[in-house]
């Protein structure tokens, strides 16, 4: 996805349900432009077209937003998930831990954690409270919705072994908390 794409998706995000010329306002692009990388949004499924507000007579202009339950895109690493449970022991939660604590990096701050999230694939953000995180994006999300249970013990193993002997745990994962994210809550064992 390029560039200018990514970024017309996450205004859509995070302002959605939203018009061409609003999104062209925010991304600073001509709203044809803002068209195109909407129509292949569309077209890609990671975006969906609504019937907007009316603001006089006529049909009302169309909106933008991204469709609940499939803002977690549509990149999977079964590659990932596979190593992970084949190198480590046979429960999931604790394959994944054992495949955080391998990482090379610590993560000691929410910030380094969202980093950690970043490029393990989640395409994370944090939410508004501090030391909870929205995983926006699932790179094993059909497998979840089957196996819910031992996928989402594997990304919470995976954070915890992380953050192990650090300043900060996973208190929790919440799977699909939320229509478009799971969450991620910490919490600081120095308290």
């Given amino acids: 996805m390029t560039q200018r794409r990514e970024q ?3 205004a859509v995000r995070e302002a959605g349900p939203v018009g061409v010329a609003e999104l062209a306002r925010q991304v600073g692009l001509h709203p044809n432009s803002v068209r195109f990388h909407l129509d292949q949004l569309v077209a890609d499924e990671l975006v969906e077209r609504v019937p907007g507000r009316a603001s006089g007579p006529g049909r009302p202009p169309a909106e ?11 990149d999977r690493r079964y590659e990932a998930l596979a190593e992970v449970l084949l190198g480590g022991p046979g429960d999931p939660a604790a394959a994944g831990v054992a495949w955080g604590r391998r990482l090379a990096d610590r993560p000691g701050t929410a910030g380094e ?18 030391h909870r995180i929205r995983l926006r994006h699932c790179p094993f999300l059909e497998l979840a919705a089957r196996h819910r249970d031992a996928v989402c013990s594997v990304h919470r193993g995976m954070v915890s072994g992380a953050l192990e002997g650090g300043p900060l745990r996973a208190r929790a994962l919440l799977p699909f908390a939320e229509p478009d994210a799971c969450v991620v809550e910490l919490e600081d064992v120095r308290d």
């Fill in 64 to 74: 933008y937003r991204v469709p609940p339950g499939t803002a977690r895109g549509r």
């Fill in 113 to 130: 954690v969202v980093g950690l999230l970043d490029e393990l694939g989640f395409a994370p953000e944090p939410a508004a409270e501090p």
């Fill in 8 to 10: 017309v998706l996450r």
